[in-house]
């Protein structure tokens, strides 16, 4: 569940974001917040495992949760619109809920895998909005906007992450093989996720300084 395999992404972005951390606003902050507990929780869950042997499954049971409310939170900034706000934060404390309710019936100790299914449902939702009504139908070319790169990041991780973590139990008793190739392709998806990030970074820094070089 940890490998230090998953970390050059997650270390790129965190350097970019830290460069330009200045010209980010807050959503931003908090997706840069959300990489460098990420990157702690990557690292501490590989620790244990490997060098103490004991179930890390407990620290990303902790991630997860602060996962969904660190991006949904950043949506809620993204987006302007009222409904869609107040839709955000009900789907978040519905997530909250579920979770809490996982962790007490299963254990902290046990994979929440239900509670991480529906925070992918949630987030991918989330997300199609925030790309739907900031990014598609703006006057800007979707490319230059750094709010398309951040929705379609976390789109296609969550979204692709919805089967394979909806039928990895079933898989692992029916069908190992695939488990495994599903498994390399949400390792796939997790390097591609953190240098779009880093793009909407970018962009964001490069967009800001030529407004302070303009002024």
């Known amino acids: 569940m940890a ?9 790129f972005a965190s350097i970019v974001g830290i460069y330009y951390f200045r010209y ?26 490997i060098y103490r042997h004991a179930h890390n499954a407990w620290v990303f049971n902790i991630y ?29 404390i519905l997530n909250s809920i579920i ?14 895998t239900i509670s991480m299914v529906c925070g992918c449902c949630v987030l991918t939702v989330i997300y199609i909005v ?10 800007e070319k979707a490319f ?28 692992i008793a029916h069908s190992p093989i695939l488990v495994l190739k599903l498994e390399n392709i949400n390792r796939i998806l997790d390097r591609i996720r953190y240098p779009l990030v880093a793009i909407s970074f970018i962009l964001l820094g490069r967009q800001k ?6 002024a």
């Open 64 to 92: 997860m949760f602060f996962e969904a409310l660190l991006l949904g939170v950043a949506a809620i900034y993204l987006t302007n619109n009222q409904f869609s706000k107040k839709s955000f934060l009900v789907l978040l």
């Open 144 to 171: 230059k906007q750094p709010v398309f790169w951040l929705s379609i990041a976390t789109i296609l991780y969550f979204g692709c992450d919805i089967p394979y973590m909806g039928f990895q139990s079933y898989l």
């Open 209 to 214: 300084q030529v407004g302070f070089t303009a």
């Open 99 to 112: 979770w809490i309710a996982v962790i007490v019936t299963n254990s902290i100790y046990a994979f929440a």
């Open 24 to 49: 980010l606003p807050r959503p931003y902050r908090l997706v840069l917040l959300l990489i460098a507990i990420a990157l702690f929780c990557e690292s501490y869950g590989y620790y244990i495992s």
């Open 130 to 139: 925030v790309l739907y009504t900031n990014s598609l139908f703006s006057n």
């Open 3 to 11: 490998s230090l395999l998953f970390l050059p992404g997650k270390v």
